[in-house]
């Protein structure tokens, strides 16, 4: 390949490949997984932390979940650093959308929005990508819930499964054979805490490595974001049958 | 006739023990003729903090609907609701920016701050702060409210006397005053809950 036409972002390379923008999919390739899933009655996220030491203090942040809005939030795979500017800039445009119309954004146009951002960076200025995909899973009255994935192109989709960050190959493959159109957010929480335990590096499975994250509508009809707490994670992983035991010495 | 008596308002807040009382009234007009009965002029920011705006309604929106703004942003960073303190300093800065070409409002903030403390505060409308620890008004009835509540306050009242209280004082105080009226609005809030009641008065 061409090294001669990696160094400037906004240029082909002669196979017509946009190298900056290739080299960026692989830092993300390198970081914590992240899975999404789309229910009949909710999305659900799960994120692998890749931080894990005793030392990092975690009270309430979390290191992949985050809410853009009240009715979207999404999950982050790559290099954190620039997952936070595009948070900021993603919750920075809900809220203009909401000043002017009056009404929660909807969830598609927010994801344009942003991956216009991304797109600039591979168009112009001379600045590289952003290293990070996202996932968005939100709820807005015209299409419900829903799933999106973007990457540092600026190109998204929207998806009823899609996983994202390291082996999301191997997680996406899985996910495809497991799917079904009807399932319930409950079944879709054993299915993501299934195929990222299968596709994870890790011997053994605990709440520590790992992050829920839930959009639903409450019962008075409201969308909710909800993380879940490492205590319930840990239950649920014991329910589903995913952890497994500690090697015996 | 001045631009904050252009749709007539009526604001107070009051301090009580562990709790706070806000109440609007709730006509809108166009000078001497009234367009609507049932204008909303206090906000809620979140669950322990209120905010009423008079003076002219499409200033006091277009504030609500910007501070809103800022204060999605702020709990979407912090991980927080905003304390009614960091509230009135940054709706004082807000207003302090249009110095010279100023939003017609006057904002009263009130709000359950640290270890749920009542705070209540007003401010002019270049962001001029007044604390103040037993109650604030604003609006075209303000010179009647100061007197009705300077005369029927007394401190440390509960959540049942207060809302007695406060509706009293501006129920009497919108009679005096042609431009506000037509009924009022009471929020009363405690630690742990919200009361929302509509007053009826006279309807003129």
């Known amino acids: 390949m061409s090294r001669r036409y990696d160094s400037r972002t906004t240029i082909f390379s002669p196979e017509g490949r946009l190298y900056q923008v290739e080299y960026a999919m692989e830092a993300i390739g390198n970081a914590g997984s992240a899975i999404g899933i789309l229910s009949k009655d909710g999305v659900v996220l799960v994120g692998e932390k890749k931080v894990t030491s005793k030392l990092l203090q975690t009270l309430t942040s979390t ?20 997952a936070n500017i595009l948070i900021n800039t993603a919750r920075v445009q809900a809220q203009r959308y909401t000043f002017s119309y009056q009404e929660p954004m909807p969830v598609e146009q927010l994801v344009q929005s942003l991956c216009d951002t991304k797109q600039g960076y591979t168009q112009f200025g001379g600045l590289r990508p952003f290293g990070v995909s996202f996932l968005f ?8 819930f ?3 994935m973007s990457d540092p192109s600026g190109n998204y989709g929207g998806w009823k499964a899609a996983a994202v960050g390291a082996n999301n190959q191997a997680a996406q493959s899985m996910l495809k054979q497991d799917y079904k159109d009807d399932i319930s957010r409950e079944e879709a929480v054993q299915l993501a805490l299934k195929v990222l335990s299968k596709t994870m590096d890790s011997t053994s499975l605990t709440s520590e490595k790992l992050e829920l ?17 490492p205590d319930d ?10 952890t497994q035991p500690p090697a015996e010495a | 006739m001045s631009i904050f008596e252009y749709n007539g308002s009526a604001l107070v807040a009051m301090v009580g023990k562990n709790c706070f ?33 008079s003076g002219l309604g499409s ?36 207003l302090y920016e249009k110095r010279f070409g100023p939003y017609f409002c006057q904002p009263v903030i009130a709000g359950l701050g640290e270890d749920d403390k009542p705070f209540i505060c007003t401010m002019d409308s270049i962001g001029a702060k007044e604390l103040a620890k037993d109650f604030v008004v604003a609006g075209t009835a303000s010179e009647s409210l100061y007197g009705a509540c300077e005369s029927m306050f007394k401190p440390d009242m509960d959540h049942e006397e207060l809302f007695e209280t406060i509706s009293q004082a501006l129920i009497s105080s919108v009679d005096r ?21 509509i007053l009826k008065g006279r309807m003129d």
């Open chain 1, 63 to 82: 290191e992949k979940m985050y809410k853009i809005d009240d009715h979207v939030a999404c999950a982050v795979a790559g290099i954190m650093s620039d």
């Open chain 1, 137 to 144: 899973a939100g709820w807005d009255k015209n299409y419900g």
């Open chain 1, 146 to 148: 829903q799933l999106y």
């Open chain 1, 213 to 229: 994250a839930e959009i639903f509508l409450s019962s008075s009809g409201k969308v909710k974001y909800q993380v879940c707490t």
């Open chain 1, 233 to 242: 994670l840990g239950k649920m992983l014991v329910k589903y049958g995913v």
């Open chain 2, 21 to 53: 009382a806000i109440a609007s009234d709730r006509r809108l007009g166009v000078q001497l003729q009234t367009i609507a009965t049932d204008f909303q002029r206090i906000f809620k920011i979140h669950d322990k903090l209120f905010l009423g705006l």
């Open chain 2, 59 to 94: 200033d006091t929106q277009t504030l609500y609907q910007r501070l809103v703004f800022r204060h999605k942003l702020y709990q979407l960073r912090e991980e927080r609701d905003m304390k009614p303190e960091t509230f009135a300093s940054l709706v004082s800065a807000m």
């Open chain 2, 177 to 197: 005053d042609c431009l506000s009226g037509w009924g009022g609005h009471v929020y009363v809030v405690t630690p742990t809950e919200v009361t929302e009641r």
